[in-house]
């Protein structure tokens, strides 16, 4: 089974891709988060747990879930990591996740998808993302077929060093700068709700067709990135920057 997490769909395409080639079905751990039930899931193909890199780690909220979920039948589990540069101490995390929940750790493999964070980052342009994405398909075969043989991913090594900066970084991370005090509508906004939709921590609420954020937010860049008339900027960060949403996969493209 092919477990993902997504904020604007690199992850989700990959896991697509993945489920279409092993032949296997997916879940959105969205839908589990969103409505605060704990997962019971089964699969008897290996486990595959999809989701973007903050911070060098896995995503607090998918970590928390994968640890909440009641997961029968295979012990092996996979994590593939969709990120714009490199992976950092996300294998120290994933192997500790394995270890808690008494699953066979088969390893973690990063695959490179185009650049969603504009908050902080450059954007990659249309153009460019597109071809990001059709570059990845190779990388995402092999790890499918590493999956299917039920071989273990290379081993990409973590340094200490990385561990131990990311230990020191992550939680003041996670509670001085994930804020979602600096988003706001602007004119644009056509009170579609799309933004509300599409949080999975239900941080958004439309007050009088208006978009107000709360305290809880991930910065999973969902409904910046979403909107469909991008009426929505983070400060002045992200004026004029290009919008990412990865299209789902399609078997052939």
Not at 42 to 56: A, L, N, R
Not at 90 to 116: F, H, I, R, S, W
Not at 128 to 134: G, L
Request: glycine share 8%.
């Amino acid at each position: 089974m092919v477990v993902y997490f997504t904020g604007t769909g690199n992850s989700r395409y990959c896991a697509e891709m993945i489920a279409e080639l092993i032949g296997d079905e997916t879940v959105d751990a969205v839908k589990y988060i969103k409505s605060g039930t704990q997962a019971e899931l089964k699969s008897e193909k290996p486990w595959v747990f999809v989701c973007p890199i903050y911070v060098s780690a896995p995503p607090l909220i998918f970590k928390d879930f994968i640890a909440s979920a009641k997961l029968e039948g295979s012990k092996e589990a996979y994590f593939v990591m969709t990120c714009a540069s490199g992976m950092g101490a996300a294998p120290y995390y994933c192997k500790k996740l394995c270890e808690d929940k008494e699953l066979e750790y088969m390893g973690t493999a990063q695959v490179e998808m185009p650049q969603n964070y504009l908050i902080l980052f450059k954007m990659n342009d249309p153009e460019s993302s597109h071809e990001i994405v059709a570059a990845a398909q190779p990388k995402i075969e092999a790890l499918a077929g590493k999956i299917a043989s039920h071989e273990e991913f290379d081993d990409p090594g973590t340094k200490g060093w990385e561990i131990l900066s990311t230990k020191m970084v992550l939680a003041p991370y996670y509670k001085w700068f994930m804020k979602a005090k600096a988003f706001y509508a602007t004119g644009e906004c056509v009170s579609c709700g799309k933004c509300a939709a599409s949080c999975p921590l239900n941080n958004i609420k439309l007050v009088e067709g208006r978009p107000v954020w709360g305290d809880d937010c991930t910065h999973c860049m969902a409904c910046i990135n979403l909107c469909p008339k991008q009426a929505i900027e983070y400060g002045e960060k992200t004026v004029g920057k290009f919008r990412h949403k990865c299209p789902r996969y399609k078997a052939g493209t």
